[in-house]
């Protein structure tokens, strides 16, 4: 963009050229008479849109966009499905949106699916994938696993959605949809039912009647001039004031939103259509309305929508074509990645502080207990940074100290360890075979999990906590320093200073110290300190292979490291070496007592 901005073909300037501070802008590159392709079939409509942005005003950035899009589609065109893809993505499989087609006009399943979720496939990656962008394990194993239950998570792109359920609807459930929520299926095929089958038909009737008075399909004559027999049923049907307020205050959008099979209503003038349209995208639009509560979201789009859909009842679909039917472009620098992370981990962070919670949020509606526990594993996985860094720490100070990190237990104990480990090992084999994914994407994924769960994820808890608490929103400036490479990956060696470094890196030289303390304590004590030492070593070992992949990053191709990291580790690692020390918690009160002589009688 010009530093004086873009101009009009007239001379003035492009109403754009402030981006926080623009009018509503509609371009229509191809409207209902477009022209036709090579083949003469006429091309779909393109159109451009810029939402409305005045200071003062919040617009909830990718959330926002989503829900200005909803509007002004369902004014200008009004889709029965929405295909939502990132910028960054390409399609690359011609028939992508048919396979969705497949699931959504399916005659079982049409009705009740919300949305078509494809994975995240990426060009670009490394061939090792240092730092596990491709998110195999993720794509593969856990959203694969979650299309038995009730579907996958949206993962914010790649994904066709029922424009029904994004209104707030429930789906049309049939009866085997009713029955209660709480149903735990064993292997045999029996169920455990609730207490009496009176309750199971009164949760059937409720929900059955739930999902009557929240469908109506009606045109925009219903809603403007009634219907015959609408006195009869107005209390199954929204008022045109309680419309307004949930949808906002547009009778054009109000009609499409009716309308099941889409379109545009038949009453509709089209020659309001671009000022209707430019109205719902206006600042002020959401104001006093649902949108952001019950419509759409506000908040996490990408983890609350998906949320609110399925514990109305809706379900999710998987869909895996052997050619991915979009690719994009992902960060393969190591500070570009800790800060994609950081941003994916501070929504959950705040999803986890907010109402819409599934710890606490939703347990009237329909969501099935395994999904519920799968979005709660989606939100609090950031909490597990805390005690991942002491893990981290704890092989460095038991070196640092003499102690050893797991006391000695019986035999009976060790059974039930080993039979844990063995169980865990296992469980992971058979994730691999059923899911295909190889032992190397398993490890990546493994090492970026340690390596984000001490920097992104704990940096995200924090500022999460100060934002949602204290309303101070933190923000880490991303520095770049230019590679001298020119090779296909030379963005991978670029270093680009941010304080998520200074975690991991000081856990790296904690441990590092460590085994070179663990080491020379060994060779001044004799042969008999070596065999209780290759224990403690194994555990530091095992922390700095997980890390070896954020050293590679850190160190480059030649040692560019920025002497303020260094610095800060080095400090941290002191400071928290000597403190421990100091506390030296595996020593009792008592023992400490007899070193020094106070022991007295008890001696």
């Not at 240092?130 to 949206?154: E, H, S, T």
């Not at 009792?588 to 001696?603: D, H, L, Y």
Request: hydrophobic content about 40%.
């Amino acid at each position: 963009m010009p530093e004086e901005g873009w101009t009009m073909q007239d001379g003035t300037p492009w109403p754009g050229n402030n981006p926080r501070d623009h009018p509503g802008m509609i371009q229509v590159f191809l409207g209902h008479s477009g022209g036709l392709d090579t083949d003469g079939n006429e091309l779909p409509r393109l159109i451009y849109v810029s939402r409305e942005k005045r200071p003062g005003f919040q617009h909830h950035k990718k959330a926002g966009a989503m829900n200005a899009l909803i509007r002004v589609s369902a004014v200008l065109t009004n889709g029965a499905y929405l295909l939502n893809v990132d910028c960054d993505h390409y399609f690359n499989n011609s028939k992508a949106l048919k396979e969705a087609m497949c699931f959504m006009m399916d005659p079982a399943y049409g009705r009740k699916t919300c949305y078509v979720q494809f994975p995240q496939r990426f060009d670009g990656i490394d061939l090792h994938d240092r730092y596990a962008n491709r998110n195999i394990v993720f794509f593969d194993i856990n959203l694969k696993g979650l299309d038995g239950i009730q579907g996958p998570v949206y993962v914010g792109t790649g994904c066709c959605f029922n424009r029904q359920a994004l209104y707030g609807y429930d789906p049309v459930l049939t009866e085997a949809d009713l029955e209660p929520n709480i149903i735990v299926k064993s292997c045999c095929g029996s169920r455990k039912k609730g207490k009496s089958g009176n309750k199971k038909y009164i949760d059937k009737k409720r929900a059955a009647k739930r999902t009557e008075s929240t469908i109506p399909i009606f045109n925009m004559e219903d809603i403007e001039e009634g219907v015959e027999g609408y006195e009869e049923e107005r209390s199954l049907l929204m008022s045109q004031k309680r419309l307004e307020k949930r949808f906002g205050q547009s009778p054009v959008f109000i009609a499409a939103t009716f309308m099941e099979q889409g379109g545009i209503p038949p009453s509709t003038n089209p020659a309001t259509l671009l000022k209707e349209a430019i109205h719902v995208i206006s600042c002020g639009y959401e104001d006093k309305t649902e949108w952001g509560k019950e419509v759409s979201c506000e908040v996490s789009w990408p983890l609350v929508v998906p949320y609110l859909m399925h514990a109305r009842g809706w379900i999710s679909i998987y869909c895996m074509p052997p050619r991915p039917a979009f690719k994009g472009s992902a960060p393969i620098n190591l500070s570009d990645r800790l800060n994609q992370v950081l941003r994916w981990a501070l929504g959950s962070i705040e999803i986890l502080l907010s109402r819409h919670c599934p710890i606490w949020y939703g347990y009237k509606g329909r969501l099935r207990l395994l999904e519920r526990l799968a979005y709660i594993n989606t939100i609090v996985y950031p909490l597990t940074s805390i005690p991942l860094l002491a893990y981290c720490m704890l092989p460095a100070f038991c070196l640092l100290t003499g102690k050893f990190i797991i006391p000695e237990i019986s035999n009976f104990a060790s059974m039930w360890f080993i039979l844990l480990f063995v169980s865990i090992f296992a469980t992971g084999i058979l994730e691999l075979r059923w899911s295909g994914v190889s032992i190397e994407d398993w490890w990546r994924n493994e090492q970026f999990w340690v390596i984000g769960g001490t920097s992104a994820h704990l940096f995200a808890v924090f500022q999460g906590l100060l934002k949602v608490l204290a309303g101070i929103d933190t923000n880490f400036t991303v520095t770049s320093k230019a590679s001298d490479d020119d090779g296909e990956f030379a963005e991978l060696y670029v270093f680009k200073w941010t304080s998520l470094l200074i975690p991991p890196t000081t856990v790296l030289i904690i441990n590092l110290v460590g085994i070179v303390a663990g080491v020379s304590y060994a060779i001044n004590s004799g042969y008999q300190s070596w065999g209780p030492l290759f224990g403690k070593l194994f555990f530091a070992i095992w922390v700095i292979a997980h890390l070896y992949p954020f050293l590679k990053g850190l160190v480059g191709r030649q040692n560019r490291t920025p002497t303020i990291v260094i610095v800060w580790s080095i400090l941290l690692a002191s400071i928290f070496s000597l403190l421990w020390v100091r506390i030296d918690p595996f020593t009792s009160e008592a023992t400490k007592a007899a070193a020094n002589g106070q022991c007295g009688i008890n001696c």
